[in-house]
């Protein structure tokens, strides 16, 4: 395993971390997601990422009671604030009242006394973006987390609470949490460029999109994957799409490695990325999915890859 800085911190995470959104303490059965978990950390992945409302808390609480097993400075742990955790008017958001609270409960579900990142799940139009960073850099003063993320994110909100971060010297955005693979490539744009310039690294969801990128949707929708669940997912793999994904395997194999790496180290060639987040729902997919830590692909083959993209 390959680690790398994340943005302009010290911190070091590894190129492939393990998240548990639609897994852990959902769909998954819970001895598959702890063996998923276990594999992971024996590997080399040291990032494992979550939220609170994942399956409203019990993936918190999966993932926090399988890394017990491990010193915890050995791991770096992130959870997320903002979505819907139950009917009353301040039980989402990014309030202050919102964050603290449920940054307490979030440390009660997994079982430590403090989280190394918590991002912000997306922004909040209704709270004024110098209480929501007031709010995280008290917890960061507080030791309770160790740095501030967001996730989904526009470079014109995060340029906002960088100047208010500046303003009043507050704890700065470290690290935004966005969608991104090869079918999905809005941060190339703006969000990138930013991270650079202003040492935000990313942390990238979906970099398989949904699994669509495995070739395990080129003949058919397997009844136990996560698309046969999931209207929204099956809507979003087309025909075209898959004669991509065909394309693309065989690039993979001129390289004897699968699809799958082949995503994984496309999205791994920009260094601002820190990690590729996934998800497994079996050990099996972890073992497959750190071997593309460490891949570099060369010129030709990135430009093999953009011909069939565009």
Same mark, same amino acid.
């Given at each position: 395993?390959?680690?790398?800085?994340? $943005?302009?911190? $010290?911190?070091?995470?590894?190129?492939?971390?393990?998240?548990?959104? !639609?897994?852990?303490?959902?769909?998954?059965?819970?001895?598959?997601?702890?063996?998923?978990?276990?594999?992971?950390?024996?590997?080399?992945?040291?990032? %494992?990422?979550?939220?609170?409302?994942?399956?409203?808390?019990?993936?918190?609480?999966?993932?926090?009671?399988?890394?017990?097993?491990? @010193?915890?400075?050995? &791991?770096?742990?992130?959870?997320?604030? %903002?979505? /819907? +955790?139950?009917?009353?008017?301040?039980? #989402?958001?990014?309030?202050?009242?919102?964050?603290?609270?449920?940054?307490?409960?979030?440390?009660?579900?997994? $079982?430590?006394?403090?989280?190394?990142?918590?991002?912000?799940?997306? %922004?909040?139009?209704?709270?004024?973006?110098?209480?929501?960073?007031?709010?995280?850099?008290? !917890?960061?003063?507080?030791?309770?987390?160790? &740095?501030?993320?967001?996730?989904?994110?526009?470079?014109?909100? +995060?340029?906002?609470?960088?100047?208010?971060?500046?303003?009043?010297?507050?704890?700065?955005?470290?690290?935004?949490?966005?969608?991104?693979?090869?079918?999905?490539? &809005?941060?190339?744009?703006?969000?990138? @460029?930013?991270?650079?310039?202003?040492?935000?690294?990313?942390?990238? %969801?979906?970099?398989?999109?949904?699994?669509?990128?495995?070739?395990?949707?080129?003949?058919?929708?397997?009844?136990?994957?996560?698309?046969?669940?999931?209207?929204?997912?099956?809507?979003?793999?087309?025909?075209?799409?898959?004669?991509?994904? #065909?394309?693309?395997? $065989?690039?993979?194999? /001129?390289?004897?490695?699968?699809?799958?790496?082949?995503?994984?180290?496309?999205?791994? #060639?920009?260094?601002?990325?820190?990690?590729?987040?996934?998800?497994?729902? #079996?050990?099996?997919?972890?073992?497959?999915?750190?071997?593309?830590?460490?891949?570099?692909?060369?010129?030709?083959?990135?430009?093999?890859?953009?011909?069939?993209?565009?």
């Amino acid at each position: 395993m390959k680690y790398r800085r994340l $943005g302009g911190t $010290g911190l070091k995470v590894s190129e492939i971390s393990l998240g548990s959104w !639609l897994t852990y303490g959902g769909y998954v059965e819970r001895d598959n997601a702890v063996k998923a978990i276990a594999t992971a950390y024996d590997l080399g992945v040291n990032f %494992f990422d979550t939220a609170n409302v994942y399956e409203k808390g019990a993936a918190e609480k999966v993932l926090g009671e399988t890394l017990r097993n491990y @010193p915890r400075e050995s &791991y770096v742990l992130a959870t997320k604030v %903002f979505g /819907e +955790m139950g009917t009353g008017p301040n039980d #989402r958001g990014l309030s202050r009242k919102h964050i603290t609270e449920q940054c307490h409960a979030s440390l009660q579900r997994l $079982g430590v006394e403090y989280v190394d990142i918590m991002y912000c799940h997306r %922004f909040d139009t209704e709270t004024p973006i110098e209480e929501t960073l007031r709010a995280l850099d008290d !917890l960061v003063r507080q030791g309770k987390v160790y &740095y501030v993320g967001v996730s989904e994110w526009t470079a014109a909100q +995060m340029t906002d609470a960088l100047a208010v971060a500046d303003r009043y010297l507050l704890d700065h955005i470290v690290v935004n949490q966005p969608i991104y693979n090869m079918f999905e490539r &809005y941060i190339e744009k703006e969000i990138i @460029p930013l991270g650079v310039r202003r040492g935000i690294g990313q942390v990238v %969801f979906s970099p398989l999109a949904q699994g669509l990128l495995t070739g395990k949707y080129n003949a058919d929708i397997p009844e136990d994957s996560r698309a046969a669940k999931l209207d929204r997912l099956k809507k979003a793999i087309t025909e075209e799409k898959i004669e991509k994904v #065909r394309q693309l395997s $065989g690039v993979a194999a /001129e390289l004897n490695i699968s699809v799958g790496n082949l995503a994984l180290a496309w999205i791994l #060639r920009q260094p601002n990325v820190a990690s590729a987040l996934v998800g497994a729902s #079996r050990p099996q997919q972890v073992e497959e999915n750190v071997k593309a830590s460490g891949i570099e692909l060369s010129e030709d083959i990135l430009k093999k890859i953009e011909e069939i993209l565009n």
